[in-house]
T-cell receptor
Framework: GAGVSQSPSNKVTEKGKDVELRCDPISGHTALYWYRQSLGQGLEFLIYFQGNSAPDKSGLPSDRFSAERTGGSVSTLTIQRTQQEDSAVYLC?????????????FGAGTRLSVL | GEDVEQSLFLSVREGDSSVINCTYTDSSSTYLYWYKQEPGAGLQLLTYIFSNMDMKQDQRLTVLLNKKDKHLSLRIADTQTGDSAIYFCAEIEPGGYNKLIFGAGTRLAVHP
């Protein structure tokens, strides 16, 4: 596609439920990132995928968070047993690679509200 | 440590220049970025500068980099109401995989 596509754009869930957020990167981009934007914490890195390498999960806040990237393209971020503090905008970005400029292009985000 | 700092709010009159400032702590940062976020939207890359440059100009945007003071600024000439947004400064985490470290963002309000 022309840009990074994220779905859904908005998600409202009840505390304790699981949610899945989807990211479709720009075609041909080998690197994919998830960030979280919340009022208290600003923009935080969550996880990074590069090609077939093991992902960098160093930013995931707890073991309730996981992500996968299938076929080197689409990625899904899963949050299990959601908590109110998980409410935030989840942003996905992709880039051509992980060296040099590595300019990251962002999707519009998924706004998650946990009631 | 990694820390990118920005002032939180800037108000300017339409037609004036806006200057948004940012300080970063890691002297080994190679690329520094400015992103713009409009309400309800994702992050839009405005411009970036490589650490061996002092200045970069792109139409109404001018980026100045002072490596000695670890200071980055974004100047918007002839500011318009459409420039109202949050502006984020970001650096690449040193030794990382292009993981971006963001400032808290500067909210620019443009008034008539």
């Amino acid at each position: 596609g022309a840009g990074v596509s994220q779905s859904p754009s908005n998600k409202v869930t009840e505390k304790g439920k699981d949610v899945e957020l989807r990211c479709d990167p720009i075609s041909g981009h080998t690197a994919l990132y998830w960030y979280r934007q919340s009022l208290g914490q600003g923009l935080e890195f969550l996880i990074y995928f590069q090609g077939n390498s093991a992902p960098d999960k160093s930013g995931l806040p707890s073991d309730r968070f996981s992500a996968e990237r299938t076929g080197g393209s689409v990625s899904t971020l899963t949050i299990q047993r959601t908590q109110q503090e998980d409410s935030a905008v989840y942003l996905c970005a992709s880039s051509l690679g992980s060296v040099g400029r590595g300019i990251q292009y962002f999707g519009a985000g998924t706004r998650l509200s946990v009631l | 440590g990694e820390d990118v700092e920005q002032s939180l709010f800037l108000s300017v009159r339409e037609g004036d220049s806006s200057v948004i400032n940012c300080t970063y702590t890691d002297s080994s940062s190679t690329y520094l970025y400015w992103y713009k976020q409009e309400p309800g939207a994702g992050l839009q890359l405005l411009t970036y500068i490589f650490s061996n440059m002092d200045m970069k100009q792109d139409q109404r945007l001018t980026v100045l980099l002072n490596k000695k003071d670890k200071h980055l600024s974004l100047r918007i000439a002839d500011t318009q109401t459409g420039d109202s947004a949050i502006y984020f400064c970001a650096e690449i985490e040193p030794g990382g995989y292009n993981k971006l470290i963001f400032g808290a963002g500067t909210r620019l309000a443009v008034h008539p």
